[in-house]
């Protein structure tokens, strides 16, 4: 009996392996996206940045993505040409981006300038960083969008919330290791952008990993073409993109439900630990030298939960009721870290661990979900609209932050170990801002369970195929 041709999605050796390769360039990927995270007070000491500059600089990651709409091009480009181009596109757009931006940190040519920028007035150093952030914000959030579609490509009917938990654990680890370590890194070396070098290295071995994925695709293209050719189906033409496409999308409510969810519950965790090493070392009075262990126990934490949880989803369901219960725990982080009395490192760090487990539940609940209210060949358009709204909060919020800090949350001064005068900060304020985008998260997940259940898309039934299934039948 001739043996029937599978796709090589079948394989689950083939599918995991996809995974493992696509989830280390995202690691490389979020190495790079907060490396100068847990900075804040060396580039006050080093190089005389602001607060307010320093949430100029970090609101750059959103330029590009929200006014120019590159990554709503993005999407448009990864639906019409695929994950293959799409995607070495994007790595070789996230190289180009930390290069600028470790030159601008590195050089002396800017000393003294000062540029405007629209309403801005900064440092050209700042400025000139920041557009290598923007640049980078571009490639790295278009490779999200990308990887989010690859891992649908594998794994639609299988393990799908899992391998998602697995992918955004992986990435995860590189934002552990970059808030960890780069502050230990600086200060070794006596300079700000020794960590940024150490990206250059990892932004290129993010390209390499993709390429070789490439060629894992193309098999993948090819087994699926050949199963085509022997069940007679025939061959699926790429549609061109439609205008009604983006339509259909924007029109969805329960897309705008998960989009609205995504930068209210991103708003509060990353522009939060763009901060968190600072807030460790002002309310906590931990060491500077260790300040940004602390917060990089959050990505480590999610490394077993995010997978953890999504498992749950694909095998027991309940997405809506995950976001809902994850949103409350953010809320509860926050509104703690607000309250003066709590000024012991063992607060911060169970604090953070708490936080990890919200930001391991809405994540593996949520992106997952998208497919189940969009149809496959326009998710990379949702993706990228969804990405596109939520860098509005990635761009925003960091600048309103340093904003807020530099306008009612200088308690002081102190001398630096550099030997500068450094500002000394309340954080009460900062942390309200961010409970507040809890409680916006927890209604939208509310609205999103009650949609779901007047709609039927299946949010609350388990993503593998069978699951659902028996789960429909009792």
């Not at 990892?202 to 073409?225: E, P, R, V």
């Not at 009721?321 to 490192?345: C, D, Q």
């Not at 500068?420 to 927890?442: E, K």
């Amino acid at each position: 009996m001739e043996k029937l041709k599978k796709s090589l999605r079948e394989s689950k050796v083939a599918r995991w392996t996809a995974l493992a390769i696509v989830a280390f360039t995202m690691l490389c990927g979020y190495y790079l996206a907060d490396v100068m995270a847990p900075l804040k007070g060396l580039l006050e000491d080093q190089l005389s940045w602001s607060s307010e500059e320093y949430g100029l600089f970090t609101s750059a990651y959103g330029w590009f993505n929200v006014f120019l709409f590159f990554l709503i091009f993005g999407g448009i480009i990864l639906d019409k040409m695929g994950v293959r181009f799409t995607g070495m596109m994007a790595t070789i757009t996230m190289l180009l981006g930390i290069s600028i931006k470790y030159w601008a940190v590195s050089t002396h040519s800017l000393d003294g300038q000062v540029w405007d920028l629209f309403i801005f007035t900064a440092k050209a150093q700042v400025i000139v960083a920041g557009l290598g952030f923007a640049i980078f914000g571009v490639g790295v959030e278009v490779a999200g969008i990308t990887v989010s579609k690859i891992i649908v490509k594998w794994f639609k009917g299988k393990e799908m919330a899992l391998a998602m938990g697995l992918e955004m654990a992986t990435a995860r680890i590189g934002t552990g290791l970059a808030i960890g370590t780069s502050l230990p890194l600086a200060m070794y070396f006596n300079d700000v952008s020794k960590p940024l070098l150490f990206g250059l290295v990892m932004a290129s071995i993010g390209l390499i990993t993709f390429f070789i994925y490439t060629f894992q695709d193309k098999k993948l293209d090819a087994s699926n073409a050949a199963v085509d050719l022997e069940n007679g189906a025939p061959k699926e033409e790429e549609e061109s993109f439609k205008i009604k496409d983006i339509l259909y999308i924007i029109t969805n409510k329960a897309w705008w439900y998960i989009a609205l969810l995504c930068v209210l519950f991103y708003s509060a965790v990353f522009p939060f630990l763009k901060y968190a090493t600072d807030l460790m070392v002002n309310k906590f009075g931990v060491d500077e030298y260790w300040a940004g262990l602390i917060p990089a126990l959050l990505p480590f934490g999610t490394i077993i939960l995010t997978p953890f949880f999504g498992n749950l989803y694909d095998r027991k369901g309940k997405g809506a009721s995950i976001m809902i219960i994850g949103s409350m725990l953010l809320i509860l982080v926050h509104t703690l870290f607000a309250l003066p009395i709590l000024n012991h490192f063992v607060i911060a760090i169970a604090l953070i661990i708490i936080l990890g487990i919200g930001f391991s539940l809405v994540p593996s609940a949520m992106w997952p979900s998208v497919p189940k209210i969009i149809p496959e060949k326009q998710l990379g358009s949702a993706y990228a609209l969804i990405f596109w709204v939520q860098n509005w909060g990635l761009m925003g919020v960091p600048l309103l932050i340093g904003w807020v800090l530099d306008k009612y949350c200088i308690t002081g001064t102190k001398i630096s170990d550099g030997g500068s005068v450094v500002n000394t900060y309340d954080y009460t304020i900062p942390m309200l801002i961010f409970a507040g985008f809890g409680v916006l998260a927890l209604l939208l997940a509310i609205l999103l369970k009650m949609e779901d259940k007047k709609k039927g898309y299946g949010l609350q039934l388990p993503n593998i195929a069978e699951k659902a299934a028996e789960v429909i039948e009792n």
